[in-house]
Nanobody, 122 residues
Framework: QVQLVESGGGLVEAGNSLRLSCAASGRAFSTYTMAWFRQAPGKEREFVAAISWTAITYYADSVQGRFTISRDNAKNTVYLQMNKLKPEDTAVYFC????????????????WGQGTQVTVSS
């Protein structure tokens, strides 16, 4: 069983940066694939980024080159560094975890955080 708690969201102007954190409880964090998804108002939840237990990273095309996902297994924490933010990045950001291989499908992740709001003003 894994519990996930996101933090770091907020209101920023376009072009600025934010770093989201996701703290995980439970054992064997280092064996989990960790991912970030986001959901904008009126839209489906979408994949943002993932990092495997071997630290291989994957990104949605919309954030490639602007966002960086990383993990600190000693702190049971995964991060999402978001640079050059755009108004279209406004969404609730969710952390997800699973011991299966990386996937861009939300149905592949068994564990979810409660989400943190990111709002980017123009």
């Amino acid at each position: 069983q894994v519990q996930l708690v996101e933090s770091g969201g907020g209101l920023v102007e376009a072009g600025n940066s934010l770093r989201l954190s996701c703290a995980a409880s439970g054992r064997a964090f280092s064996t989990y694939t960790m991912a970030w998804f986001r959901q904008a108002p009126g839209k489906e939840r979408e994949f943002v980024a993932a990092i495997s237990w071997t630290a291989i990273t994957y990104y949605a095309d919309s954030v490639q080159g602007r966002f960086t996902i990383s993990r600190d297994n000693a702190k049971n924490t995964v991060y999402l560094q978001m640079n050059k933010l755009k108004p279209e990045d406004t969404a609730v950001y969710f952390c997800a975890a699973d011991q299966r291989f990386y996937s861009r499908q939300e149905g592949s992740y068994n564990y979810w955080g409660q989400g943190t709001q990111v709002t980017v003003s123009s």
